[in-house]
């Protein structure tokens, strides 16, 4: 056993030796200066040439202002919300500094308990990392600030550093970008508002901010807003900060706002792409948010100049050509948004996000969420049927010649035979567009006219998890799906623009996906980040499905909803959607070299809700295949000017054909029979010993694929000639090629 003497010994070397350290870093460290943080500079992005794009951040938007510029309600703000024991303390919570080595010990975060001094340290650091050094350190700056500055100076410092958001750094910035006055101007009811930003402006700044965090949106952020500088001001009023006449004008009504405004270089398109590439920063790299806004970083981009000049350039066009907004209401609120990529690489190469900062448009239409796409998702229950067939038969893939019933007001079936209900157990039916007679069709058939009641049907047959799963190997986020229920198959989930065009890019690629990413580079001081590395292409879905998905979707552009697309002149594929009361409108296209989605929607900007597009644009509704192809098609052409034109591979052919129960079985050879007199019966089969003269209408096929234009699931209805009926699109109409009636081609 060890004496006492040697005990006690070593206990005093111990607590000598943490004497002496402390003493050392007490000594070692400096006092932060609110100057020193003032200069802080831009950030500078670059297009993908290297070509500089622009300089922005709050490098010319700070400006220190003096403690006797700064309203005592501003100073009581802070100090009843976060510091109430500010002017006696001696600037650090030991026991929040316990808690945080605590946390960042177990891996977390170290969460709060900072005094006003600690955070007036932690904003002068360009760095914000979670550190046991840097929060040691932290300490010993707080004590020497502690009993070097004075208490107004300390709280000067820390008005004049904190972020408020919105680019605005400093109290004076802040007054600025949220009520267009100088610090000294601000009202306590003001105060209130801006102490309570100090909590986080993604969440307290009234809003939409979902760009950074679904969660933080316009109404949410209000209501965060407003119950936090209610609160603010209570505890001003309870600590005596505010007379009871002066608490009551302050809470009479809550001082909203001013709307976002742009700053220099950030209008056209530029803003959206800066978001664009910001969020990436911050979602692929420790760089904090904080950080990154003090500025030095240089961010180079995916981006290329001219083909962002010419989506921009196609939307407005099509824009001005079609919609009128000072004549008709309803082409008011009409929203864009768009997006390409390159297949086989992820790059996002062109964005449009909306009219631009500088017209009061701040939420980027490319990367939104909440706009439904329509019938640009089956696609992806046609893949899944493919890759994993029906519960009838798992071992083989669906081949696109199976049939399925298209007609209108159908009822769909559970795999265990029984109905689908709806929530009140009444029997669910699924709607067409328009109740025209389709009978048993091919699902390539069906996914060229865009019919409804085929794909939900086989959706359930396939199972929508499986459906769902080929989606988000595809590159949708899991944050866009919707319920797995039957509507699930024609699109109720809410990707954005750029996920839609990352997505088909998959089957561009022949299945070989790689996330969508914006920043190749980020420089600070010359050395370049972490996080940048190019993201891998990985095999999404099966090869040969890939193929067969754009050979379905090639005949959609030369015979089906999208064939305003064929004037881009080169081979392409893709699909148009429209969503329920015509809220959005959709095309997503692409060729081997370039992917782009188009979104087309109105909204209401006060309560942030989609409106029907029925009567935009003077006609009675807006298809995918209407104004959204128009701009794809403008676009492409001059995104591919020059570009050779490499065709896809080939498709071979793919699974068995299994044909919804009850279809009718496969019609019997039949043989000429002069003497036989013609004639047409509804019959599942007809008669072999009918007579047959040749159909009118001629075979169209691509590959091995064909559908019989006239012939044997197509032909002329009631015995007639081959019949062209103007069929609406189910989803997503432009005029049908409608190939037929209803009972095949028995007399053609």
Same mark, same amino acid.
């Given at each position: ?31 932060p ?43 009581w ?5 976060e ?6 303390d ?14 960042m010990?177990?891996?977390?975060d170290?969460q ?8 007036y ?44 958001g919105?680019d ?25 508002f ?20 679904p ?6 952020n ?13 505890q ?11 608490y ?79 004549k ?15 297949p ?5 190469v ?12 701040f ?80 699902l ?58 990352d ?15 914006s ?30 998905v ?22 392409a ?38 409106l029907s ?15 959204p ?42 043989? #000429? =029979? @002069? +003497? /036989? &007199? %013609? *004639? #047409? =019966? @509804? +019959? /599942? &089969? %007809? *008669?072999? =010993? ?8 001629t ?27 103007t ?22």
């Amino acid at each position: 056993m060890p004496s006492w003497k040697l005990v006690s010994g070593l206990c005093l070397a111990f607590f000598g030796g943490l004497v002496a350290i402390a003493g050392i870093g007490y000594a070692m460290v400096g006092i932060p200066s609110e100057n020193a943080a003032a200069k802080s500079e831009n950030n500078v992005y670059y297009w993908s040439n290297g070509d500089r794009m622009v300089a922005t951040g709050a490098g010319a938007n700070r400006q220190n202002v003096d403690i006797s510029k700064i309203p005592e309600a501003m100073q009581w703000a802070v100090i009843s919300a976060e510091n109430k024991s500010f002017y006696s303390d001696s600037g650090v919570d030991p026991m929040g500094i316990a808690r945080a080595l605590a946390n960042m010990a177990r891996g977390g975060d170290t969460q709060g308990g900072s005094t006003i001094t600690q955070q007036y340290v932690k904003n002068t650091y360009l760095s914000q990392e979670q550190t046991v050094s840097r929060k040691f350190k932290e300490m010993f700056i707080s004590i020497k600030v502690g009993t070097k500055l004075t208490k107004q100076e300390i709280l000067q410092g820390y008005l004049n550093t904190s972020y408020y958001g919105r680019d605005a750094y400093g109290i004076q910035a802040a007054a600025q970008a949220y009520y267009g006055v100088n610090a000294e101007d601000l009202t306590p009811s003001q105060c209130a508002f801006l102490a309570a930003l100090l909590k986080g402006p993604t969440y307290y700044d009234p809003v939409d901010n979902t760009s950074y965090d679904p969660s933080a949106t316009k109404d949410a952020n209000t209501k965060r807003s407003q119950a936090r500088w209610a609160w603010i001001l209570e505890q001003m009023h309870n600590d005596k900060h505010l007379t009871d006449t002066e608490y009551e004008e302050a809470t009479k009504k809550y001082p909203m706002p001013q709307g976002l405004k742009a700053t220099k270089g950030m209008t056209g398109q530029i803003s959206y792409l800066v978001d664009t590439a910001k969020k990436y920063v911050l979602a692929h790299s420790d760089i904090s948010q904080t950080e990154f806004d003090k500025g030095g970083f240089q961010i180079y981009t995916t981006f290329e100049k001219s083909k962002v000049d010419a989506l921009s350039k196609a939307v407005q066009k099509i824009e001005k050509d079609r919609l009128d907004p000072d004549k008709r209401e309803k082409d008011k609120h009409v929203q864009f948004g768009a997006a390409s990529v390159r297949p086989n690489d992820g790059a996002i190469v062109a964005l449009y996000g909306g009219a631009g900062y500088e017209n009061d448009h701040f939420n980027n239409n490319a990367d939104t969420s909440g706009v439904p796409v329509g019938s640009t998702w089956k696609p992806f229950v046609l893949a899944a049927a493919m890759e994993y067939g029906t519960y009838k038969d798992r071992e083989n893939g669906v081949s696109p010649l199976s049939k399925y019933n298209g007609n209108d007001h159908l009822k769909v079936r559970n795999n265990d035979g029984t109905y689908v209900l709806k929530k009140d157990n009444s029997v669910f039916y699924q709607e067409n567009e328009s109740d025209y007679p389709w009978g048993y069709i091919t699902l390539r058939k069906a996914m060229e006219q865009s019919v409804n009641t085929p794909f939900v049907q086989l959706g359930m047959d396939v199972g929508m998890s499986n459906v769902r799963k080929v989606a988000s190997a595809s590159g949708i986020l899991d944050q866009s799906f919707e319920n797995l229920n039957a509507s699930f198959a024609l699109g109720t989930s809410t990707p954005s623009a750029i996920r839609m065009a990352d997505a088909y890019a998959t089957f561009a690629a022949s299945g070989k996906h790689a996330d969508p990413y914006s920043v190749t580079e980020v420089k600070k001081d010359g050395q370049p980040q972490a996080g940048f590395e190019k993201p891998k292409v990985t095999l999404a879905i099966p090869e040969n499905v890939a193929n067969n998905v754009t050979n379905v979707l090639e005949n959609v552009i030369e015979n089906g909803t999208a064939q305003n697309a064929k004037a881009l002149g080169r081979t392409a594929a893709g699909k148009t959607g429209t969503t329920d009361s015509n809220k959005s409108a959709w095309f997503v296209g692409y060729t081997q070299q370039l992917s782009t989605s188009v979104a087309m929607f109105r909204e209401d900007p006060k309560k942030n809700v989609l409106l029907s597009m029925n009567g935009t644009a003077g006609v009675e509704s807006i298809h995918g295949g209407d104004i959204p192809t128009e701009i794809w098609t403008e676009y492409m052409k001059a995104a591919l000017k020059n570009a050779s034109d490499p065709g896809f591979p080939e498709a071979e052919k793919i699974g068995e054909i299994q044909d919804e129960e009850g279809a009718p079985s496969p019609t019997p050879t039949v043989t #000429e =029979t @002069p +003497s /036989a &007199t %013609p *004639s #047409e =019966t @509804p +019959s /599942a &089969t %007809p *008669s072999p =010993t009918l007579t047959v003269p040749s159909p009118s209408a001629t075979e169209t096929c691509f590959g091995f694929q064909c559908d019989n234009n006239g012939g044997s699931n197509n032909g002329g209805t009631d015995g007639g000639t081959t019949s062209t009926p103007t069929a609406t699109d189910t989803a997503d109409t432009t005029r049908g090629n409608g190939n037929g009636g209803i009972f095949g081609g028995s007399t053609g």
